[in-house]
């Protein structure tokens, strides 16, 4: 135990979160460091022992909520109190029950007001009333991720989501419209609209609330570009579409989870569209679109996969030609339909089957960046190598460009020239400023 760490019941004055996770996660992370900042706290300087240690964690997969909890009791063993925030809280609060001071705060319909809370208590304040915090700046000084929605209606056989965050809901638009303005305010150049299922913002009933929000979006003063996360490809609808192709500050990019190319593992996922569904949802983008890119998930070793199954995936994935291919070795999470289901493949075909996937994902991702040499994109500068003056950051499309520059571009958009590529990205040279 690190010596000048305080006791876990005394009054805290520093806090230190850790995030693991999805771009929602991430949106929550910075959400909790202005709660703990309202509350009083100041964030622990790099060194300096925490008074709060919140892990904000994820368990989408048993692997997530393994490293969740390691993060746990790495911070209880530092002194002070260490907090089990989101997902991981939801599926396994005991675990915070068995370090002495460690607290639990679960991911779900409450958890902004259960946080704010429990940071007044650790700072010693007492308010007669909760009020739900707005989200802070989120992500990297160039890019902010803006939550819409929070959990999910659909039950996807291998999903635990739902059961952690709880049925989908919607921030009112006025609100989210009034955080990007925020976001913008405070020099973010781009915004990742994000949410556990943000395709479902509005409901069935109301499927003009996600156009019609992107379109507001879009408007916004100092928004240079924003970008959609994860969708279900029933949701890419005729209205959805247009709205995206109208507004030049949406980027050309749609992450379309695939999770299999078999109809027969799609019926067992209950993914609720087949193999020529998917492909029509991608060529309808493509027609609305221009020249979009494709980024996908995929599970390997779902239960009752066979291998005629999983090489149709994999057929899926070149037919499509995905600039970017996320997989996931297939997990059980308790309390899913799959994890009680026949067929459970051995650990070892599960990860004979995610290393072939990846193989032929960097495969993929190769020929990605291979087919941008030629074009000008303007890329959002992220990060700068300081030994070699490389830039690094994100097109339109998605593919990562590197080129050399001066120091004091980062978030900004700059104009560059694609002339190779590399396993890594595309490489390029600038064409001028912004």
Not at 161 to 190: F, K, N, Q, T, Y
Not at 352 to 377: M, W
Request: glycine share 10%; aromatic share 4%; proline share 7%.
């Amino acid at each position: 135990m690190n010596a000048a760490a305080p006791a876990p019941g005394a009054r805290a004055r520093t806090y230190r979160v850790e995030v693991l996770g999805c771009k929602v996660n991430q949106c929550e992370a910075r959400q909790a460091e202005r709660i703990l900042d309202d509350a009083g706290l100041r964030p622990a300087a790099p060194g300096e022992a925490a008074d709060v240690s919140v892990v904000h964690s994820c368990a989408v997969t048993a692997e997530a909520l393994r490293q969740s909890l390691q993060r746990l009791r790495r911070a209880a063993r530092a002194g002070g109190r260490a907090v089990l925030s989101g997902c991981g809280a939801a599926a396994d609060a005991a675990a915070a029950g068995h370090l002495p001071g460690a607290a639990a705060v679960p991911a779900g319909p409450d958890w902004a007001a259960a946080f704010a809370r429990a940071a007044r208590e650790w700072a010693g304040a007492t308010v007669a009333r909760c009020r739900r915090p707005a989200p802070g700046p989120a992500g990297a000084p160039a890019r902010a991720f803006l939550k819409i929605q929070d959990g999910c209606d659909r039950r996807c056989a291998y999903c635990i989501v739902p059961r952690l965050r709880g049925p989908s809901r919607d921030r009112p638009a006025d609100e989210v419209i009034a955080e990007a303005a925020r976001l913008a305010a405070a020099g973010h150049r781009e915004i990742v609209v994000t949410g556990v299922h943000a395709g479902l913002y509005g409901g069935d009933g109301a499927r003009a609330a996600l156009p019609r929000l992107l379109e507001r979006l879009a408007a916004t003063p100092g928004l240079e570009r924003i970008r959609m996360s994860s969708l279900h490809p029933a949701e890419l609808t005729p209205e959805l579409l247009r709205a995206w192709a109208d507004a030049p500050a949406i980027a050309p990019h749609v992450h379309l989870p695939l999770q299999s190319g078999s109809d027969r593992v799609l019926r067992r996922m209950r993914r609720g569209y087949t193999a020529d569904g998917f492909r029509a949802a991608v060529a309808r983008a493509r027609a609305a679109l221009d020249r979009p890119s494709f980024t996908t998930d995929v599970i390997a070793g779902f239960p009752g996969e066979t291998d005629d199954d999983f090489e149709a995936t994999l057929a899926l994935c070149r037919e499509i030609g995905f600039g970017r291919v996320h997989v996931f070795p297939f997990s059980p999470r308790p309390g899913t339909a799959a994890a009680a289901m026949e067929g459970q493949a051995t650990s070892e075909a599960i990860r004979r089957r995610a290393r072939r996937a990846r193989q032929v994902a960097a495969k993929l991702a190769e020929a990605f960046h291979r087919a941008a040499v030629g074009q000008n994109v303007r890329v959002l500068c992220e990060t700068r190598d300081p030994a070699t003056g490389e830039w690094s950051g994100y097109g339109e499309r998605y593919v990562p460009v590197h080129f050399a520059g001066p120091a004091g571009l980062e978030g900004r958009v700059v104009p560059v020239r694609l002339t190779s590529s590399d396993a890594r990205g595309a490489h390029g040279e600038a064409a001028g400023g912004e």
